[in-house]
């Protein structure tokens, strides 16, 4: 979804009204205590997380729309977690913005891996930084012909998703690698 101003945060802000509005109908067994937390967890990513990241493929995540996202993601868990607001943004139960760079991932992975002519690969592969460190940051030695290899192979590719590189590297060194991925991806 595009805003007609550009503003990366309208559609933000409108998946979030969704989200708010899903959790808002399953509020009642989302915070009933009665229920195992990891199922009213489950339900939340299944139900609404699921609602609030829907095409988040396409997203600019400036530093605005992570806020907007970590500050509606926490309200949510807060109440299904039983922990403070402040809590959840810092140390979140579910990890959304890891989520987002996770798909995010392999939707870079589906456009390196098609035919040389789909205008999408052309258009990334114009506008990227040739650079390895601003591609990959910490994935050493790596540069754009590495991941057009790579992403042929599903399985090598996943090897290298931001999920699986927080458990190496930490979530905050793979978040900001993302961050220079992204903005090779949407600009």
């Not at 995010?104 to 891996?113: C, F, H």
Request: charged share 25%; aromatic share 6%.
């Amino acid at each position: 979804m595009l805003s007609g101003d550009g503003d990366p945060l309208t559609p933000v802000l409108h998946r979030a009204e969704i989200a708010k509005t899903t959790f808002s109908n399953l509020f009642r067994v989302l915070t009933d205590t009665r229920l195992p937390r990891n199922l009213r967890l489950r339900l939340w990513r299944s139900a609404v997380a699921s609602t609030l990241i829907h095409g988040c493929e396409a997203w600019e995540l400036t530093e605005d729309v992570k806020k907007k996202l970590n500050g509606t993601v926490s309200k949510m868990l807060a109440k299904i977690s039983g922990r403070s607001i402040a809590e959840e943004a810092s140390e979140p139960t579910s990890p959304v913005l890891l989520w987002i760079k996770d798909r995010r991932w392999t939707w870079l992975g589906k456009i390196l891996s098609m035919k040389e002519d789909r205008l999408i690969k052309r258009v990334l592969l114009k506008c990227v930084d040739p650079t390895p460190s601003s591609i990959f940051g910490d994935v050493p030695r790596r540069s754009i012909e590495w991941a057009i290899a790579t992403a042929s192979n599903e399985t090598e590719w996943n090897r290298y998703r931001p999920s699986k590189r927080a458990s190496l590297f930490g979530n905050k060194a793979t978040l900001l690698l993302h961050d220079n991925i992204s903005r090779c991806i949407v600009q």
